[in-house]
């Protein structure tokens, strides 16, 4: 079953789409999911008929009688298979295995160093992802995609790095094919900033259309979720707030001519290299946030000048997109209110009123598990796709 979500043309139309009004958990009864759809008793029951002996539903129990024999219900079966996730960062990865609703049912964090390269990197985390699919609670349960999220631009539809600053011998590397090396199946890579989107959002807003996700750490970068869809834009990189110039305001102590992007104002590493020239041991992020934390007067004006400026940009966005919520997240983010504290007095001012009536900006709640969630989310919505489950329908039945 490791690849039969890819194959052959569907024979079973429709059947993929029933699935996704299940995909919510709800159990419901055949008639039910007819009236849902407009469609006959007969041909609800055949799909569902296929759709169990799949696998990707299960029984589940009967409804309250309205005379004559109690109707049987069905529902999501999140254990028909597992996904592996993956988050990479420049100095840590953690790979985990889902259910195919996002559940994470075992993960493994290590350090490294991004700059290793890729073939080195991906053999020690496909290595921890094959150990991960032993363990007892992902045993025998087959594997139906991996995802991946990197810390650069990648071109979503081949999955390959491009032009990444950080990640030295990864331009344009194959990593979809690499891995399929190991696991035979569909194989998505993304940016961390857009996984980071997914899993804040299906943790914390899962009722939110329209939410930007702005990772402000070693790099800046945002997450775009508007419609209730993650947006990448036509190659895979929308979102890239880090090279946007920003715009030189009156509070701003920045010369005349600066014309300095938001990632060399604003980032964990712009903001250790201005500590510096004003005296302070700060050697990189890490510092920083040490030093914020201990209240250094310094860092702390720094840090709330930081979100200023990515404020500058964010009011941009907000004026373009109207989101309703910001979720600020990233270690510069984590290390107090300050960074919050100067988005909010910048965006609330310069973005116009009917924008930011109702627009709420806050910090990352969903926690370190935030990246694999959403790379596991990224994989289900591919392989669970109306398309996709009708490949897999027709696979079976030939």
Known sequence: MSDVLRAGPATSPGAGEIFQILRDGQARTKAELAALTGLARSTVALRIDALL????LQAAGEAVS?????????????????????????????????DLAGVILESHTRGIDIADGPERLLDEILADGSALLHRDTAQDLPLLGVGIGVPGPVEHSSGRPTNPPIMPGWDRFDVPGYVQRTFDVPVLVDND????ALGEHATTWPHVDDLVFVKVSTGIGAGIIAGGALQRGAQGSAGDMGHVQVPRSATSNRERGDERDLEALASGSALARSLREAGLDAKGPGDVIDLVRAGDPVAIEATRQAGRDVGEVLATVVNLLNPSIIVLGGSIARAGEHLLAGVREVVYRRSIPLATQHLSIVQSQAGDRAAVLGAAIMVAHEVLS?????????????
């Open 53 to 56: 002996a799949s696998g990707l």
């Open 66 to 98: 309205t005379g004559g024999r109690p109707p049987a219900r069905v529902a999501f079966n999140a254990r028909a298979g597992v996904v592996l996730a993956v988050d990479l960062g420049a100095t840590h990865a953690t790979v985990a295995v889902a």
């Open 193 to 196: 900033v857009n996984i980071l």
């Open 386 to 398: 109306p398309a996709s489950v009708d490949r897999h329908l027709a696979a079976r039945s030939r």
